[in-house]
């Protein structure tokens, strides 16, 4: 009797003391922030196709695309902006399996449906396509053949590592080529319209801001899109807009041509929203959800980081926002408080400059997110169960403290059931920390 | 002298006995301190309990070992890194003497973290796990107006009515709606987050609205509403996308409310945007309006 007396009491005891102070994160300062501490990788997205030079005339594929974007998988430039009609013979050779159709000659599954509102319909035979770039001008076949191939390997990796993805079974349009505003084109963009519940990939705009070539050559574009979805469904059924966000401004073009800087109740008539902008250092929802949105393609491109290489043609990537460079593992070392102040707009010929621009500083969280991903003590299948369940408790108010905190609540409360015992929750705090978000 | 020795050899068994329990207590706690594993430790000290993720795991080749080799060449290169102290529980807002002697009575053993929003008021409870029934309070619609009360928000004003937010494999999410004289408040609920496999509540948020007295006279239709919301982009609007069929009651600040429309249009034009409009019910005038569209 005693001794189970004593034992109760140890057990008690025990756990406390362990629980509060968790071996192990004493030792982190000094690493935190290192850009070279990289945990092993998750498997390749290069496994997710098979690289086959004889790709076109080999039929145990059911097409033949390119990995990632034409940039990133040759490994260097084009002499400009990649134009339509490009020969890409030499980089489309990534032999893939278009899995989950619901019939072998359209790209639709319970998730996506794919077309082009600029292009053609794809003609399939016995369920495969074989098409290159050269030929595809009118058609935009490859586009589509990307975007429905790596939105569909996105929701089959996201499955088998978390256990889910929100948007499964939603039937999400996902227009793979958009060129006319009155079909929802945006000039140099790609959106998730949460209305809609559809997805919009315009193109990238050329020299003279003409059509250079569909986004949706770029793959990890549109898995940000469907970070966004994913986001919006996690959060199905609450009722709430996140982009309702109080602690965002807006800067916008008046009726009289000049630009102001507007809250969220402030908009006038004839405002045209230019941008916009985190309050403060804080950040905002606008901000995490960018952030969020590209940790998604994060997790299915960690081998190659940096974004849109292919629409600004550079090896590493572009999308700047002030001076904020857009990959994550460049921004291992910024604070939080470095890219509010260079993620800067100007405006009125600079009199006036706005810090905190809401994709600069998602570049902020994205880079939180990945220090704790890439961090040596952290198992990235861990994180990504983590980073999914808390997407359920993210708000319309969530600043990145709040965001810290539901991630450090998620992390504690799965420990013991799904990450194998491991608390996870003082490292995720230190890395906030050590980025700069204020307790 | 000897007596004292003879009491010693009655008392041996006794140590004996008292010294066995220890260590076996002593191993108990340190098969308690494995099973509370921090991220040092090497992944194939770990035994996989996950069921779901398996092959995932057996693909993912995290190796904490060679990683460690890593952090020994790390540090010169942290210097624009800034310093990091000990992870250390973040400050309590103050908060009422009544909501932690509840939270306490729900799980003693909880390290509560309290979190505020901008408005200085608790927006999330975590730390704790907390099962349910607790005496008087026996489902969470009772915990959930409970909670809300001691955050702020009239019990009175949150709904019932439990609203499911989807289920993953670990947790459930359910979320009740702010009300106010049958009129829902616009951005507005208490969520709980359970775990599944023991219906603990450890996440609780806490999003309503200090009301004031709200303006509930309803002084435009629907349809005047939807005609503000087009004629503000009479340049580019294209139609009504969608619409709250009954007002909310929408806050601009704390104690400033009244009841609102909600519509969003299409506009197109050079630049394509889908606005969220919320127009007074009141007075017709816009209120709010931002773009929904997620870049």
């Known amino acids: ?439 | 002298m000897n007596r004292k020795n003879d009491r010693r050899k009655s008392e041996e068994p006794r140590h004996l006995f008292l010294f066995a329990a220890l260590a076996v207590i002593l191993s108990l706690g340190l098969i308690r301190l494995y099973s509370q594993k921090t991220p040092n430790q090497t992944e194939s000290q770990l035994e996989d309990d996950s069921e779901d993720f398996t092959q995932a795991d057996d693909n993912d080749p995290t190796d904490i070992e060679e990683a460690s080799e890593e952090q020994v060449n790390m540090t010169s290169q942290a210097s624009l890194a800034p310093p990091v102290s000990a992870p250390a529980p973040i400050a309590l807002p103050a908060a009422s003497a009544e909501l932690y002697d509840f939270l306490n009575q729900l799980d003693p053993k909880a390290q509560w973290v309290l979190s505020k929003n901008q408005f200085q008021k608790i927006s999330v409870i975590s730390g704790g796990a907390i099962k349910l029934p607790f005496g008087e309070i026996k489902t969470k619609a009772d915990l959930a107006a409970r909670l809300a009360e001691l955050t702020g928000t009239p019990a009175a004003q949150i709904s019932k009515t439990e609203n499911a937010l989807p289920e993953t494999n670990f947790s459930r999410t359910v979320q009740f709606q702010q009300v106010y004289e049958g009129y829902v408040v616009d951005q507005s609920f208490v969520r709980m987050t359970e775990r599944k496999f023991d219906g603990a509540i450890f996440y609780s948020q806490f999003e309503s609205h200090d009301l004031g007295e709200p303006d509930l006279r309803l002084k435009t239709t629907l349809a005047e509403a939807k005609a503000a919301a087009l004629a503000r982009y009479s340049q580019g609007a294209d139609g009504i996308l969608k619409t709250l069929t009954e007002p909310v009651i929408f806050v601009s600040a704390p104690q400033k409310s009244e009841l609102a429309w909600v519509v969003i249009i299409k506009v197109i034009g050079p630049r394509y945007d889908e606005r969220k409009l919320t127009i007074s019910a009141v007075s017709g005038q816009v209120l709010q309006d931002v773009s929904a569209l997620q870049n």
Request: charged share 15%; aromatic share 10%.
């Open chain 1, 1 to 439: 009797m005693l001794t189970f007396s004593l034992l109760l009491a140890c057990f008690t005891n025990c756990s406390k003391s362990f629980k509060a102070i968790p071996a192990g994160t004493q030792s982190l300062s000094s690493q935190i922030l290192d850009s070279s501490s990289t945990s092993a990788p998750q498997i390749s997205s290069k496994t997710a196709g098979v690289t086959d030079a004889n790709c076109q005339n080999n039929n145990s594929f059911d097409a033949c695309i390119v990995w990632k974007n034409p940039v990133a998988s040759a490994g260097r430039v084009f002499p400009q902006i990649l134009q339509r009609s490009t020969d890409l013979s030499a980089i489309q050779t990534f032999g893939v399996a278009l899995k989950n159709r619901t019939s072998p000659d359209k790209l639709i599954s319970s998730t996506i449906t794919v077309s082009a509102s600029a292009g053609t319909t794809p003609v399939f035979q016995n369920g495969q396509l074989r098409t290159t770039y050269q030929s595809d001008s009118e058609k935009s076949w490859l586009a589509q053949l990307m975007a429905y191939f790596w939105i569909s390997y996105q929701e089959s990796e996201m499955t088998r590592r978390t256990g889910g993805f929100y948007p499964t079974g939603k039937a999400i349009p996902v227009d793979a080529f958009a060129t006319d505003p009155t079909k929802g084109s945006v000039v140099g963009n790609a959106y998730y319209s949460s209305t809609l519940n559809k997805v919009v990939l315009g193109y990238a705009v050329d020299e003279n801001q003409g059509i250079a070539h569909e986004m949706a050559l770029s793959a990890e574009v549109y898995l940000h899109e469907m970070g966004h979805a994913d986001l919006e469904w996690a959060l199905d059924g609450s009722g709430i807009d996140i982009y309702r966000d109080p602690n965002a401004s807006y800067v916008v073009q008046a009726s009289d041509g000049t630009n102001h800087l507007r809250s969220l109740n402030d908009i006038q008539t004839g405002d045209v929203l230019l941008s916009t902008f985190c309050k403060t250092v804080d950040g905002c929802m606008w901000a995490i959800n960018e952030g969020q949105a590209d940790f998604h393609y994060l997790m299915i491109f960690h081998d190659s980081t940096p974004l849109a290489e292919t629409i600004v043609n550079k090896v590493a990537g572009g999308l700047e926002t002030g001076t904020v460079p857009r990959d994550v593992n460049q921004l291992k070392t910024w604070s939080t408080q470095d890219i509010f102040t260079k993620s800067a707009s100007k405006y009125n010929s600079g009199s006036i400059v706005i810090n905190g621009e809401i994709h600069g500083m998602g570049s902020a969280y994205a880079s939180i997110l990945w220090t704790i991903y890439t961090h040596p003590q952290m198992n990235r299948t861990h994180f990504e169960k983590i980073f999914m369940e808390q997407l359920k408790m993210l708000t319309p108010n969530s600043r990145f403290q709040d965001a810290r905190e539901s991630l450090v609540g998620v992390a504690e409360a799965m420990a013991d059931s799904n990450l194998n015992g491991i608390h996870y929750g003082p490292l995720i705090r230190s890395i906030f920390t050590a980025k700069g978000v204020a307790p």
